[in-house]
């Protein structure tokens, strides 16, 4: 039986593939991490560096079986709750945030953050330098307040990146999310 699983290393707050081969196998099943010094690899280009992952992602493909993920100081096995309390720490609303993270690559798309568009995510159809992301993602509470001056902005910003301004709301115990997409229109 081949083992498939990559391992990282836990360092801070990041996650790190060190071997080059794993790396560049991860990222190609889904555009994961980003190698170090490459800002914007092209699809299928081979990179010469480590990978690194954003602990949304590393608890991602440790839950798919794909990632290994061990202490970078005494090489031990660092556990799911571990990760979690550590994003829990890091992400406003981590178990919101990755409950769309989740909902969104299992359902085929790539996900990454949307910080420069003012969002949680950005979402691609296919991946970055094959299509550009057609939609920004917010996530929020069913009783989080969004006031017109939010949602104009939201929108006037999506519109001048071309995208779809999306709001994700979790339903809270019972895994469902609706997403409230928004259209813009001319009057």
């Known amino acids: 039986m081949i083992d498939l699983k990559t391992i990282g290393n836990l360092v801070?707050?990041?996650?790190?593939?060190?071997?080059?081969?794993?790396?560049?196998?991860?990222?190609?099943?889904?555009?994961?991490?980003?190698?170090?010094?490459?800002?914007?690899?092209?699809p299928g280009q081979e990179f010469q560096a480590p990978l690194t992952l954003d602990i949304m992602e590393a608890i991602y493909l440790q839950e798919k079986g794909l990632l290994e993920i061990r202490s970078q100081k005494d090489g031990k096995l660092v556990k799911k709750k571990t990760l979690l309390e550590k994003a829990a720490k890091l992400y406003n609303n981590f178990e919101k945030s990755y409950m769309i993270y989740k909902d969104l690559r299992?359902?085929?798309?790539?996900?990454?953050?949307?910080?420069?568009?003012?969002?949680?995510?950005?979402?691609?159809?296919?991946?970055?330098?094959?299509?550009?992301?057609?939609?920004?993602?917010?996530?929020?509470?069913?009783?989080d307040s969004m006031g017109p001056f939010e949602i104009v902005r939201?929108?006037?910003?999506?519109?001048?990146?071309?995208?779809?301004?999306?709001?994700?709301?979790?339903?809270n115990g019972r895994g469902k999310i609706d997403y409230l997409i928004f259209k813009w229109f001319k009057a």
């Open 12 to 42: 801070g707050s990041r996650i790190i593939v060190w071997d080059i081969n794993e790396a560049n196998r991860l990222y190609r099943l889904g555009f994961y991490g980003k190698p170090v010094g490459i800002p914007k690899p092209k």
């Open 106 to 143: 299992d359902k085929g798309y790539v996900v990454t953050p949307g910080i420069k568009f003012g969002s949680d995510f950005a979402v691609y159809e296919r991946g970055p330098g094959i299509d550009h992301a057609p939609f920004i993602i917010s996530v929020k509470s069913k009783k």
């Open 154 to 171: 939201a929108g006037r910003l999506a519109t001048t990146v071309r995208k779809q301004f999306i709001i994700a709301c979790p339903k």
